[in-house]
């Protein structure tokens, strides 16, 4: 079982920052494929960033490549990410979501919601323009 609690997010203007952080607790020793999505009003949930803990690779969705950095942390207990250069479709509902995994290259083809077995309670972003 793992449980992830998220913080940050807020309102910001458009090109400036936030960053988004995911706890991670209830595992151990296991190897996670960890996500960040977004769900817009009336829009699914669509994958915005991609790492496998086991060796820190990533993968971007293109809406969001060279802006948003997905991270995490010396312990690999937290998952971050930093959006920079927002704009107003960034404005969504963003979740952390987490799967345990035995490689990255399955870690990888993991891109839609019902992938992913834990997820965080979820933070408003908010991008004016």
């Known amino acids: 079982q793992v449980q992830l609690v998220q913080s940050g997010g807020g309102s910001v203007q458009a090109g400036g920052s936030l960053r988004l952080s995911c706890a991670a607790a209830g595992y151990t020793d296991s190897i996670l494929c960890m996500a960040w999505f977004r769900q817009a009003p009336g829009k699914e949930r669509e994958e915005v960033a991609v790492?496998?803990?086991?060796?820190?690779?990533?993968y971007y969705a293109d809406s969001v490549k060279g802006r948003f950095t997905i991270s995490q942390s010396n312990a690999k207990n937290t998952l971050y990410l930093q959006m920079d250069s927002l704009k107003p479709e960034d404005t969504a509902i963003y979740y952390c979501a987490a799967n345990i995994v035995r490689s990255g290259a399955y870690c990888y083809t993991l891109r839609y919601a019902a992938d992913f077995v834990y997820w965080g309670q979820g933070t408003q972003v908010t991008v004016s323009s």
């Open positions: 790492i496998y803990t086991g060796g820190g690779s990533t």
